[in-house]
């Protein structure tokens, strides 16, 4: 009688947990609001090396979408890397543009790298359709 009872209890519990778990709401994921910038970048003196500041710009032709200043970045054999989005968000509607490229500034030299389908993932959480 004890064991039947315990048994009872037992798949009492297993249920409640599972009809407990089947009803709670699915949590919403938020998209994502940075993009991991890794750079290797040289001038006529060689490597970069030490600490730099960059200034980073998403234009759509020679206008300004976004931008965002990172500080003391560090520099090792010219490498380096950036988290863009993380004190100026990046949003969906920033990358729908026709024509988007990154401009990276690093103390007077410029370069521009056309943007590719990786930060589209920022996009494809509203996107409504595909076309």
């Keep these: 009688m004890f064991r039947q009872t315990l048994r009872h209890l037992f798949l009492s519990l297993i249920f409640t947990g599972l009809l407990g778990l089947l009803s709670t709401p699915v949590l919403s994921v938020e998209p994502p609001s940075t993009i991991r910038f890794e750079l290797t970048l040289s001038n006529t003196a060689g490597a970069l090396e030490g600490p730099k500041r960059v200034d ?8 300004v979408i976004w931008d965002e200043t ?17 004190s100026n968000t990046l949003t969906p509607n920033a990358l729908d543009i026709s024509t988007p490229n990154f401009t990276i500034l690093v103390e007077g030299d410029e370069v521009s790298i056309n943007v590719h389908a990786v930060p589209y ?3 494809a959480y509203s996107a409504e359709y595909v076309s």
């Design 70 to 86: 990172h500080f003391n970045v560090p520099f090792i054999e010219g490498h380096a890397t950036l988290i863009l989005g993380s």
């Design 121 to 123: 993932a920022i996009r």
């Design 56 to 63: 980073v710009q998403l234009r759509s032709d020679e206008d």
